[in-house]
């Protein structure tokens, strides 16, 4: 009796135990990095750990939070820099495609190539598989989630879903005939059964995407504005790109802005890319009204469009996120470069290098964006209980020595190539800059047929261009 009695305490001490010492199963432990965390404070965590659960984070801290957390797959991120990952919050991935071409200093870059290419050569097949490469391109270089307005929006968002990115699909909305829309506006038509087939999806959240207040009509913008308001979707506009918009519009009196706020169109939902040419009054209206601004300072010196008056926004607690533009426009869809160029422009524009420093630039890059798009409570920082979009970028590469402060390092030194890990939902993307989710080899041999075919077309695009300027 007294040995079963003492076998039974014995049993319960170890299932006892057992309980208090067994350690949580977890999908995904990443340790020892430089963590910037991009939560309110800032924090930044010097030999940092991540706890990843199926698709979200669900702890963060120094490594004594190792004890708690099992998992078969452990990161070991020593002398990396990890981060939460960047949000392209503008972009026209498919014309990855072209990018490259009408680069010979023509003017009217627009008639002689983009309406011609895009008019004789996107169809269904080119825009998935541009998107494919474009995502692609996007994962490796660090981008977790991207805004994007073009056509085929179904094809982009099995495209992006193959890949695993995350993505703000607005289908264009135009008064013009286009490739997916006969009929003036169909855009609109083709919005509305897109946004029913991807509401729930786990990575794609459907949108709208009206070109501009001066290619759809009043009406037009009406109807997008109250779907978009019963139905909570985000509607992505390109405003103040260019500095003859009220032109375009037949404003006399008034900003594009101020039209925009008397046919009662701006609100949170409302995502502007470009934002350069906007009076004080416009800011104060965009502020007022919870709208998001993409800024591509890249694309936007390129295109010799003007520089945004990020700095002025952010002064004004504007919701500003960054942006490459299409692939024609930046040729980047990385936001590395972007980054140098968001802080370099505006210290040129207010002749102040004091102003935009490398910290406030990646928060426009990851929580900022994550804002302006309405995805702060999910997405743009790493703090527990957001969803695990994180990247990895080592600090091991020549370019990338030293590296006393991680923000000017990311900012003023990396490149897309030194981004080692990407992943979005909690899955790895890219491990050791290898893509794991897609056929590179595929990718290589659909981007070559592709280029082939459009070479011979741009070739009598350059002639005609020639006769055009
Ligand atoms: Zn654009």
């Keep these: 009796m ?48 991540i706890i990843i659960k199926d698709n979200k984070i669900i702890d963060v801290g120094n490594p004594s939070i190792l004890n708690k957390y099992t998992s078969e ?91 695993g990115l995350r993505a703000v699909l607005g289908e264009t909305i135009i008064k013009y005939p286009v490739v997916d829309a006969k009929e003036p ?32 009509s009043k009406d037009k913008l009406l109807e997008i504005s109250k779907y978009s308001k019963e139905n909570n979707i985000p509607v992505l506009i390109h405003v103040g790109e260019f500095d003859d918009e009220d032109k375009r519009l037949n404003l006399t009196d008034k900003s594009v802005i101020e039209y925009l706020k008397e046919i009662n169109f701006l609100n949170k939902n409302v995502l502007i890319a470009h934002g350069i040419h906007l009076n004080e009054k416009d800011l104060n209206i965009i502020k007022e009204n919870n709208v998001g601004i993409s800024y591509n300072p890249m ?43 968001a802080s370099t422009m505006q210290r040129l524009k207010y002749n102040d290098r004091t102003i935009m420093t490398p910290e406030t630039i990646i928060e426009m890059a990851t929580i900022g964006g994550a804002k302006a798009l309405n995805l702060d409570d999910k997405i743009g920082s790493i703090e527990k209980g957001k969803l695990a979009d994180i990247i990895i970028v080592e600090t091991t590469s020549p370019n990338m020595v030293p590296n ?51 070479k011979e077309f741009a070739k009598e695009l350059a002639k005609k261009a020639k006769e055009l300027n």
């Design 73 to 163: 797959k452990i990161i070991d991120a020593k002398n990396s820099i990890v981060m939460p990952g960047m949000i392209n919050t503008h972009n026209h991935i498919p014309m990855i495609a072209f990018r490259g071409l009408g680069e010979e200093g023509i003017k009217n870059r627009l008639f002689a190539y983009f309406f011609p290419l895009e008019g004789e050569k996107l169809s269904r097949d080119l825009i998935y598989k541009a998107t494919v490469h474009g995502t692609i391109d996007m994962a490796m270089s660090g981008v977790t989630t991207y805004a994007d307005m073009y056509y085929h929006m179904d094809e982009m968002a099995k495209a992006t879903k193959a890949v």
């Design 2 to 49: 007294y040995l079963i009695k003492k076998i039974f305490i014995l049993i319960s001490i170890c299932i006892f135990s057992t309980i208090t010492f067994a350690k949580e199963k977890v999908s995904l432990i990443i340790k020892n990095g430089n963590i910037l965390t991009m939560n309110k404070s800032k924090d930044i965590l010097e030999n940092g750990v």
């Design 185 to 216: 506006y169909g855009g609109f038509e083709y919005a509305l059964n897109f946004i029913k087939e991807y509401k729930n999806d786990s990575l794609i959240i459907p949108a709208f995407g009206p070109h501009a207040p001066y290619t759809v």
């Design 404 to 454: 006393y402060d991680p923000y000017a390092t990311l900012v003023f030194q990396a490149n897309g190539s030194n981004v080692d890990t990407t992943i979005v939902n909690g899955k790895i993307i890219v491990e050791n800059k290898k893509l794991i989710t897609y056929s590179m080899e595929q990718n290589n041999k659909d981007m070559n047929e592709i280029q082939k075919d459009i």
């Design 299 to 341: 694309a936007n010196a390129k295109g010799a469009t003007g520089i945004a008056p990020a700095y002025e926004m952010l002064k004004k607690n504007i919701k500003v996120g960054l942006g490459t533009d299409g692939p024609m426009s930046s040729n980047q869809v990385d936001l590395f470069r972007t980054l140098s160029y």
